[in-house]
């Protein structure tokens, strides 16, 4: 069948990566792709529904991955169950009520609330409350988070050690629109201090299945330090996340979630991505997306040994417990390489070389173009460099090595993924 994934970035390009290699994928589109998709697929710009949709007709689309979460949140997935020409097509998403666990913090602080999913305590604070908010801000202990209740590419959460901070970041996200219509509400929330990891369900509306757990690593300097990112790297599975762990998140977290849904009437066929904090071996909900993660789905499809096209017909069909999820054994890692002063501003069309020295590992691009004959930069997170290992510093360093191999002006990396686990490990 023709497959078309929507997005451009690492995790489309994993997506892409692992399709490409089912029986069932005959051509596949990828809107906009990056240059690293060109060579299994065809990108494609499609701006708007309305042309995404005339493209899946007339090139006989069986199958719609949506990768990134604002198309979700604006409706594409509506859009094609409420089109006659369209609803036929299987699409991978939720629908926009689903979508909204992501698109609004308040939303699903108030959906854990409703369906006792164990989370952090939180205030939420408007323009019309600010200063009862401040009020609350004074009485929480340190440090406090403070979070964007829209989308913000991943940046809308800050960690403030200080109740001045905290008032300046309240501040400058209601009145100083710091993140647009996104910080027109914002939640203030107790800080978890834990461990952090990241729960991927595959659910059907009626079933589920959770995928291999991976770590993802934000903040752009060594040791956890700086401005959130994107993410800068991503390791799995998550060695502290034992069957003990799991049985809870399972049981306290993930079930919950799929049941609350379905009480909802919210009809959600795809991916339901849990942020979750390990305090003292008890698993709290720090968000919810509504899509896989970024860097984290180049380790987990790297790991995830099923026909990925199978599982998301089955996703379609509501025929997933007809399914079992299998994981490669041993460990998949990756390393961001970004451009420099990334998550500021930073310089574009940087020529990458060194591509075809890597060796062992797999370059997953993100932002990089085909301009000129060379390979460009294109965006903030450039490539994310993945490799499998028996053990996790095995596969660490075939990521770095790839990571040195690979060069464009301005590069940078974090030199500490995975530190952290190898630490629990010793």
């Not at 890597?358 to 965006?379: L, Y």
């Amino acid at each position: 069948m023709n497959i078309l994934i929507l997005g451009g970035g690492g995790r489309e390009h994993a997506f892409a990566w692992k399709l490409k290699q089912s029986a069932l994928c005959e051509k596949l589109y990828v809107s906009p792709g990056n240059a690293g998709t060109v060579s299994m697929a065809e990108n494609v710009i499609l701006n708007g529904f309305e042309n995404i949709g005339s493209f899946c007709l007339d090139h006989s689309i069986g199958l719609v991955i949506v990768g990134p979460e604002e198309p979700l949140v604006n409706g594409v997935v509506d859009y094609f169950y409420h089109t006659d020409l369209l609803k036929h097509i299987p699409i991978v998403g939720p629908t926009k009520a689903g979508a909204l666990l992501e698109g609004s913090k308040e939303f699903s602080k108030g959906f854990m609330e409703q369906y006792h999913i164990p989370t952090a305590k939180a205030f939420k604070a408007n323009k019309y409350n600010k200063a009862e908010a401040i009020e609350y801000i004074k009485a929480m202990n340190l440090p406090i988070v403070v979070k964007a209740d829209g989308l913000a590419a991943g940046k809308g959460v800050v960690i403030c050690n200080s109740y001045e901070e905290a008032e300046a970041e309240l501040t400058d996200m209601l009145d100083n629109d710091k993140f647009g219509e996104a910080g027109n509400k914002v939640l203030l929330e107790e800080f978890l201090d834990g461990i952090e990891l990241s729960v991927f369900v595959l659910t059907d509306g009626k079933h589920y299945h959770i995928l291999p757990t991976a770590k993802d690593y934000k903040r752009i300097g060594d040791g956890d330090t700086g401005p959130n990112t994107g993410g800068m790297g991503a390791v799995s599975p998550v060695t502290f996340a034992d069957a003990a762990f799991m049985q809870k998140v399972e049981e306290q977290i993930v079930k919950p979630s799929i049941d609350g849904l379905l009480k909802e009437n919210i009809d959600y066929k795809g991916f339901l991505f849990v942020g979750i904090m390990n305090v003292n071996g008890n698993p709290l909900v720090i968000e919810y997306n509504c899509r896989m993660g970024d860097p984290e789905t180049e380790v987990v499809l790297p790991r995830l040994e099923n026909d990925l096209v199978e599982l998301m017909l089955a996703t379609h069909h509501q025929t997933l417990h007809e399914h079992t999820i299998i994981e490669r054994p041993g460990f998949c890692t990756t390393v961001v390489l970004t451009s420099g002063g990334y998550p500021g501003n930073y310089d574009k069309g940087k020529t990458i070389t060194g591509l075809q020295n890597v060796v062992d590992a797999i370059p997953f691009h993100a932002g990089t173009i085909n301009k000129n004959d060379n390979i460009e930069t294109s965006g903030g997170r450039v490539i994310a460099v993945s490799a499998f290992g028996d053990t996790l510093n095995d596969a660490l360093a075939k990521s770095y090595k790839a990571a040195a191999a690979i060069d464009f002006e301005g590069k940078y990396y974090r030199k500490d993924i995975g530190q952290d686990l190898l630490n629990i490990l010793l």
